[in-house]
């Protein structure tokens, strides 16, 4: 599903001393099955985006088009309810929300919130652990008998087992290890290219941003400060260090960029700002890559 915002501004606690302008007329377009990176610096705006595109929040000003839904500001009537069963939000730490007293029974409670019967409810649970890559040995026994990132696959298979055509994820990695990082990042990645999900997600990690989305989008004091490819969004190192972002200081990194597009090239060891115009000599310039 294509995702485009035009002109979304959102203000909190309007006309009170805490009003707060989260967005500033933003206007970006989120192509159906990209994997779509938001990163920005604390309070740039970024959960405040991604809360619009399922309804969790309303725009103050502006239009939010996803697929054939439209979400204007003040407007009364809307299907928000049709409109997550195509949206599934993974919160973060999504494990806190596990309540059933079976991992099943928790999965199914998403598909039959949305009034789907219990045998098909089940059918699909089945189908979701099974892609989440959880034993079937484990489906019958209680959620809180799992680890942190056994538990985070239920809560994972849980926003699946809906059907939804795009994913949202705010900080889907908070508080892993870095093997488990990359386990829950890899499932996305995979789950991305095998159902065709359009993803978004929200990540204060650039390296998660670089290695697994095709587009990033950087926000900066309520606005979209650059969005395109990751090659290019992080070959803009001084940018981004001026927006307060942490861009890891390693070729590695830059390196596994290139390999990403297919460059074989390996950039020499020289510093940052070096290696990111080492980057744009190799990729030709920047505008084939946008
Ligand atoms: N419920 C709220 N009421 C008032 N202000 C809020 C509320 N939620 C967020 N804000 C403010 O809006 C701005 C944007 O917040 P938001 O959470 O969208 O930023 P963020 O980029 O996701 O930050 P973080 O990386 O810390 O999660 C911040 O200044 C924040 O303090």
């Given at each position: 599903m294509d995702i485009t915002f035009e002109q979304v501004t959102h203000v909190y606690g309007r006309k009170t001393p805490f009003e707060k302008r989260a967005l500033n007329n933003v206007s970006i377009h989120i192509p159906s099955g990209s994997f779509t990176s938001i990163i920005g610096h604390t309070g740039s705006g970024k959960s405040t985006l991604v809360q619009h595109i399922n309804g969790i929040l309303k725009p103050s000003a502006g239009r939010i088009t996803v697929g054939d839904f439209v979400i204007r500001a003040n407007e009364k009537k809307q299907n928000l309810k049709a409109l997550r069963e195509k949206v599934g939000f993974v919160f973060q730490y999504p494990e806190h929300q596990l309540f059933e007293e079976t991992i099943i029974k928790d999965v199914c409670f998403g598909p039959m919130n949305f009034g789907v019967s219990e045998a098909e409810a089940t059918k699909r649970a089945e189908e979701c652990l099974q892609l989440v890559g959880l034993p079937s040995q484990l489906w019958h026994r209680s959620p809180f008998d799992l680890s942190g990132g056994q538990m985070r696959r239920v809560a994972i298979a849980g926003v699946l087992a809906v059907r939804p055509q795009v994913i949202i994820l705010d900080?889907?990695?908070?508080?892993?290890?870095p093997m488990g990082r990359e386990e829950i990042l890899s499932l996305f990645k995979d789950l991305h290219e095998r159902l065709n999900l359009t993803i978004v997600m929200v990540t204060h990690n650039m390296s998660d941003a670089a290695n697994y989305s095709d587009q990033v989008i950087v926000m900066d004091g309520g606005k979209p400060l650059m969005a395109g490819a990751p090659e290019r969004i992080f070959s803009q190192v001084d940018q981004l260090r001026k927006v307060g972002l942490d861009i890891p200081e390693t070729m590695e990194f830059l390196n596994r960029l290139l390999d990403r597009v297919g460059k074989k090239e390996t950039i020499p060891a020289f510093t940052i700002n070096e290696a990111a115009d080492a980057v744009i000599k190799i990729l030709g310039g920047v505008k084939d890559h946008v």
């Amino acid at each position: 599903m294509d995702i485009t915002f035009e002109q979304v501004t959102h203000v909190y606690g309007r006309k009170t001393p805490f009003e707060k302008r989260a967005l500033n007329n933003v206007s970006i377009h989120i192509p159906s099955g990209s994997f779509t990176s938001i990163i920005g610096h604390t309070g740039s705006g970024k959960s405040t985006l991604v809360q619009h595109i399922n309804g969790i929040l309303k725009p103050s000003a502006g239009r939010i088009t996803v697929g054939d839904f439209v979400i204007r500001a003040n407007e009364k009537k809307q299907n928000l309810k049709a409109l997550r069963e195509k949206v599934g939000f993974v919160f973060q730490y999504p494990e806190h929300q596990l309540f059933e007293e079976t991992i099943i029974k928790d999965v199914c409670f998403g598909p039959m919130n949305f009034g789907v019967s219990e045998a098909e409810a089940t059918k699909r649970a089945e189908e979701c652990l099974q892609l989440v890559g959880l034993p079937s040995q484990l489906w019958h026994r209680s959620p809180f008998d799992l680890s942190g990132g056994q538990m985070r696959r239920v809560a994972i298979a849980g926003v699946l087992a809906v059907r939804p055509q795009v994913i949202i994820l705010d900080e889907p990695t908070a508080g892993l290890d870095p093997m488990g990082r990359e386990e829950i990042l890899s499932l996305f990645k995979d789950l991305h290219e095998r159902l065709n999900l359009t993803i978004v997600m929200v990540t204060h990690n650039m390296s998660d941003a670089a290695n697994y989305s095709d587009q990033v989008i950087v926000m900066d004091g309520g606005k979209p400060l650059m969005a395109g490819a990751p090659e290019r969004i992080f070959s803009q190192v001084d940018q981004l260090r001026k927006v307060g972002l942490d861009i890891p200081e390693t070729m590695e990194f830059l390196n596994r960029l290139l390999d990403r597009v297919g460059k074989k090239e390996t950039i020499p060891a020289f510093t940052i700002n070096e290696a990111a115009d080492a980057v744009i000599k190799i990729l030709g310039g920047v505008k084939d890559h946008v």
